[in-house]
């Protein structure tokens, strides 16, 4: 599985877009990218992923880049209820393999 | 429809004892897994369990094991507790994996494991 690297923390207005970026420069043609955010200590729960193209959900946006070496998760509206950790992972296992991932606080 | 389900959501044991956790996979799933997160060490492979045979395992010592039943639900044993065992315990659960496809895993709430 690719490396990920992901800036450790980040704050967010609510109301406002939260762009979260990560960097998965050695990313293998098979790999697809996923998104996952743990609130406090709860399961890790699946927001979105993807292969080349971007993908939305109602949760969010991943946008790809065209050479995949990076990503950026969108949550178009953030609320405080997305305060969490995000984790990007790069794989085409059945093995997921979290890094350290990015807090996101979402302040009034 | 249910998401994956874990009991007990707390454990207490005592050095040297024996814990067993337990997992429901959704409903049509038949693959699960096992992650460890202890506190400073973020979320760690333990085990995948595929129609009821042991496909892969982390980077674990032998006294973690596990099985899946017929029904597809799974245990998870630590036999011989340690100190540093003690974290929280998550599941996750997804489709077989097809030829060419990636089959997403979604979690269950997790058992926390405290070893005094």
């Known amino acids: 599985d690719a490396k990920t690297t992901q800036p450790p923390s980040m704050d967010c207005a609510e109301g406002r877009a939260a762009n979260l970026p990560c960097n998965h420069s050695?990313?293998?043609?098979?790999?697809?990218v996923y998104w996952y955010r743990q609130i406090h200590s709860q399961g890790p729960q699946y927001i979105i992923h993807?292969?080349?193209n971007n993908e939305t959900n109602e949760m969010a946006s991943l946008i790809i880049t065209e050479d995949r070496k990076s990503s950026t998760l969108i949550l178009p509206h953030a609320t405080l209820r997305d305060t969490a950790v995000y984790y990007c992972?790069?794989?085409?296992?059945?093995?997921?393999?979290f890094g350290t991932g990015t807090r996101l606080q979402v302040f009034p | 429809e249910a998401g994956v389900t874990q009991s007990p959501t707390h454990l207490i044991k005592t050095r040297g004892q024996q814990a067993t956790l337990r997992c429901s996979p959704i409903?049509?799933?038949?693959?699960v897994y096992w992650y460890q997160q202890a506190l400073g060490l973020g979320l760690q492979f333990l085990l995948w369990?595929?129609?009821?045979?042991?496909?892969n395992r982390g980077n674990f010592p032998p006294r973690f094991s596990g099985r899946q039943f017929p029904n597809y639900s799974s245990e998870l044993n630590v036999n011989a507790l340690e100190l540093e065992d003690s974290a929280l315990y998550l599941c996750?659960?997804?489709?077989?994996?097809?030829?060419?496809?990636?089959?997403?895993?979604?979690f269950g709430p997790g058992t926390r494991l405290l070893v005094l």
């Open positions: 996750a659960s997804s489709l077989l994996k097809g030829l060419a496809t990636q089959e997403t895993q979604y």
């Open positions: 050695t990313i293998s043609g098979n790999e697809y």
């Open positions: 993807g292969l080349k």
């Open positions: 992972i790069a794989t085409y296992t059945d093995k997921l393999i």
């Open positions: 409903s049509g799933h038949t693959s």
């Open positions: 369990y595929d129609e009821g045979e042991e496909r």
